[in-house]
T-cell receptor, first 114, second 111 residues
């Protein structure tokens, strides 16, 4: 089955620790995205990657880092520099080729930092 | 500054009736719009799209209307079913741009 997976579903960390969220897709999509969702807000773009070994900052990239070494994988690291890391994180992918076409989302990871 | 607005945080509708979810945008360069449906603790799933060359797109019980002059789109669900209860996001993009999402509207369909 083709799809996009995120793990783990729930993640707990102590303040000051870096944590890496996994995102894998087998849809052969070129573009991948990381969003953050907070209560009462829309999805905000953290980072995106249109192609392997290339990525760009989104609207709220501070305190986050990514890598795109493989087409299938786009892990997100939430660093200790991120001031409010507790949130629901969503990964998405999209086949390249313009704005048309929807993004496919993973199930999300809820990160709680205490 | 929200480029995509969904001014109703929540909406309750009786089963069998029509649900109308609204979305407004400010960027006149947006030319492609999507609606997503999201259940709690899950990722959004794509529902329906519309490009700016159309003013209506229909898929089963779901219809999206676009009014470019008013920078407004709406999603109609008819008839509404209890399984439609979810948060609905609209998203907009322009050529070469990433999608911008609205804050969502929580729809509750009452049996």
């Amino acid at each position: 089955d083709g799809g996009i997976t995120q793990s783990p579903k729930y993640l707990f960390r102590k303040e000051g620790q870096n944590v890496t969220l996994s995102c894998e897709q087998n849809l052969n999509h070129d573009a991948m995205y990381w969003y953050r969702q907070d209560p009462g807000q829309g999805l905000r773009l953290i980072y995106y990657s249109q192609i392997v070994n290339d990525f760009q900052k989104g609207d709220i990239a501070e305190g986050y880092s990514v890598s795109r070494e493989k087409k299938e994988s786009f892990p997100l690291t939430v660093t200790s520099a991120q001031k409010n890391p507790t949130a629901f994180y969503l990964c998405a992918s999209k086949s390249a080729g313009g704005a048309a076409g929807e993004q496919y989302f993973g199930p999300g990871t809820r990160l709680t930092v205490t | 500054d929200q480029q995509v607005k969904q001014n109703s945080p929540s909406l309750s509708v009786q089963e069998g009736r029509i649900s109308i979810l609204n979305c407004d945008y400010t960027n006149s360069m947006f030319d492609y719009f999507l609606w997503y449906k999201k259940y709690p603790a899950e990722g959004p799933t794509f529902l329906i799209s519309i490009s700016s060359i159309k003013d209506k797109n229909e898929d089963g019980r779901f219809t999206v209307f676009l009014n470019k002059s008013a920078k407004h789109l709406s999603l109609h669900i008819v008839p509404s079913q209890p399984g439609d209860s979810a948060v609905y996001f609209c998203a907009a993009s322009g050529l070469g741009q990433n999608f911008v999402f609205g804050p969502g509207t929580r729809l509750s369909v009452l049996p």
